[in-house]
């Protein structure tokens, strides 16, 4: 249970509480007259609520709410008969964060479109927005408005910083303030948000997915990094991100895909890869190799499928899957096994790790999440391999990536592998991070010149 907000006369305070990350808890409680907390939400439903705000006579509630599409939304909730009504706005994406202005007139909107931020200003009683101009592409951190509620400042991640001040009146253009460092290479570098087709179709129409690239004009034909993230819930979004753009400066061309199972496209696409259908996700790493063997400006031969932890998983379900396609894997403290994931997990992770990968106790899930992982598959992974495991993970025990490298090595001689005592899930140590570092660029190397 967390407070959200006091109205303005310190009368009520809203409550949230979070069962879930797709189900949250509404309550309002009347201090003034130390009454029983009231319910705002539908007990029959699974709503989540972000950053609940009270207007100023205590009658209504701002907040972003999901919707039955899976995206959310901004909506208001009368106080008295707990109605909701949602505010039309012309956008494609998902809310990620908001702030209300001290006179609790208008709203800042930041709406994830395609992994970049679009910011929007809404008046709450006219409900009319205005989609602000002139800011880069990038993320927006963090909005605040000023206490005369006539200017927002924000911080944003560019593709040319990690941290760039701006701040604009509410009537005005967007300035830049100030820069946390600035990137002075190559300009041209990216990124840039791709879209391509995948294998299935919604609503008689393909599936888009999204890729966020790094790379410069060529004349020839770029090898290419093929990032793919952990979570499985997370995005890679068009920020600056100096190893990208150094490998992009060397001239390989870096594509990290958003597959499903990824945030920022709503709740319906995070949940498409949920138990038994892990493989799907895969899949989408097959569309992302279609669709580089299609465009001229990457060498199709000539592709490296990187990733850590989940992101390492599918790296390696990928190149067994996709054999003939893949150059060549580097995989970090990947997960090998994912029955064992699913059976190892901590109680209070237990409810978290069945929404996500399937019921380790039901026979169907046994099978298919044994089906596709890598540990399953090892005698297909015949490319080169560059594996780095930490001997205290928690999540994928280093006895398994061990198992996995003896059966990989039977049969395929070109495995360099890794094992970091003193590193967990994830390598923090000066001396394991410069080790991966000079191997992962012999896979470079590697693979600029075959």
């Not at 609790?104 to 200003?121: C, D, F, K, P, W």
């Not at 410069?434 to 992962?440: C, I, L, M």
Request: net charge negative; aromatic share 8%.
């Amino acid at each position: 249970m967390t407070p959200a907000d006091w109205s303005p006369d310190s009368r009520t305070l809203l409550l949230v509480r979070y069962i879930s990350s797709t189900d949250h808890e509404l309550w309002m409680l009347d201090i003034e007259n130390d009454s029983t907390p009231l319910r705002l939400d539908d007990p029959e439903l699974a709503e989540t609520f972000d950053n609940p705000r009270l207007d100023n006579d205590g009658q209504r509630i701002w907040v972003v709410m999901s919707t039955e599409s899976g995206r959310s939304g901004f909506f208001h909730i009368d106080t008295r008969t707990k109605s909701q009504t949602q505010v039309p706005l012309e956008m494609n994406g998902d809310i990620e964060d908001w702030t209300l202005s001290p006179d609790r007139q208008t709203a800042a909107l930041s709406i994830n479109h395609g992994g970049a931020s679009e910011l929007v200003l809404l008046d709450v009683n006219t409900h009319t927005a205005s989609h602000v101009e002139g800011l880069p592409i990038g993320v927006i951190d963090s909005l605040v408005f000023n206490s005369r509620s006539d200017r927002l400042g924000l911080v944003m991640q560019t593709s040319r910083s990690p941290g760039e001040v701006w701040a604009l009146h509410v009537d005005g253009e967007p300035q830049r303030w100030f820069t946390l460092g600035e990137y002075n290479g190559n300009q041209n570098l990216g990124p840039t948000i791709e879209r391509y087709a995948t294998f299935d179709s919604v609503d008689g129409k393909p599936r888009m997915l999204d890729a966020v690239v790094w790379s410069q004009e060529a004349t020839e034909q770029q090898p290419v990094v093929l990032y793919l993230h952990g979570g499985p819930a997370a995005q890679i979004r068009p920020i600056y991100n100096g190893a990208f753009h150094e490998w992009a400066s060397e001239g390989f061309a870096v594509v990290a895909p958003n597959v499903r199972g990824s945030t920022g496209y709503g709740l319906e696409f995070t949940s498409l890869d949920d138990g038994v259908l892990r493989i799907n996700a895969v899949r989408d790493v097959g569309a992302t190799l279609d669709w580089i063997a299609q465009d001229p400006r990457f060498d199709e031969s000539r592709v490296m499928l990187v990733g850590p932890s989940y992101g390492g998983y599918l790296a390696l379900a990928a190149a067994a899957e996709y054999p003939d396609r893949t150059h060549s894997v580097a995989a970090s403290y990947a997960i090998v096994d994912l029955m064992a994931l699913a059976e190892s997990r901590p109680e209070n992770m237990r409810g978290y790790t069945r929404e996500e990968y399937g019921d380790e106790r039901d026979p169907t899930v046994q099978a298919e999440l044994t089906r596709i992982s890598p540990q399953q598959r090892a005698a297909e992974l015949t490319m080169p391999l560059l594996i780095a495991h930490g001997v205290d993970d928690d999540r994928c025990a280093v006895e398994l990536v061990d198992r996995l490298v003896e059966t990989v090595r039977l049969t395929n001689p070109n495995v360099m592998y890794l094992r970091f005592e003193d590193e967990g899930h994830g390598f923090t140590g000066q001396a394991a991070l410069e080790q991966y570092g000079t191997a992962f660029e012999t896979m470079l190397d590697d693979l600029r010149t075959r």
